[in-house]
């Protein structure tokens, strides 16, 4: 069987195939690795804390973040820390988002925000917004984040130097 098209919008062809990660917002991020390990067997890399410039419902923030991946190929546990006073890296109940890496972020971000899923969250760097990802919430209340293949490479290259990619 074929795989999608890539020339097809990112809209028409979005597959659970292609999940990149599940991402979970949690409190104590070096806990939570702790207990996915533990209880999973999941080896789970934390990163260092990074400053990321985001627009949310258009307004610009900057927010220390910090975020984990689980070892191995996609697809990824992604453990985000919380930022209190967010509202998108608030801790709720079960999955936060699920996340697809594309080519194109403005194309595939426009495509979903014209198939009804419209951008919550997006980033910025050096004033071009979108830039890195894009967070869309569609009419079920689901979030499904859109990750640049650049940063989605650059993760991998942190994987990879950790020791922990697969």
Not at 69 to 89: K, N
């Amino acid at each position: 069987m074929a795989g999608p098209d890539r020339n097809e919008p990112f809209a028409r062809r979005c597959s659970l195939a292609e999940l990149h990660h599940v991402g979970v917002v949690v409190p104590d991020i070096e806990r939570a690795a702790a207990d996915v390990e533990r209880i999973y067997g999941l080896s789970v890399t934390v990163f260092d804390e990074t400053r990321f410039i985001c627009r949310i419902r258009g307004v610009e923030h900057a927010v220390v973040q910090r975020i984990g991946l689980s070892a191995g190929p996609p697809p990824h546990l992604e453990l985000i820390r919380e930022v209190p006073g967010s509202e998108i890296w608030t801790p709720t109940p079960g999955i936060h988002h699920l996340g697809f890496v594309v080519d194109d972020l403005a194309t595939a971000a426009r495509e979903l925000e014209l198939a009804g899923a419209p951008v919550w969250m997006s980033g910025v760097k050096k004033g071009v917004c979108p830039a890195g990802a894009t967070y869309h919430r569609d009419p079920l209340g689901q979030v499904f984040e859109l990750l640049d293949s650049a940063l989605a490479a650059n993760l991998a290259g942190q994987l990879d130097r950790s020791g922990h990619v697969g």
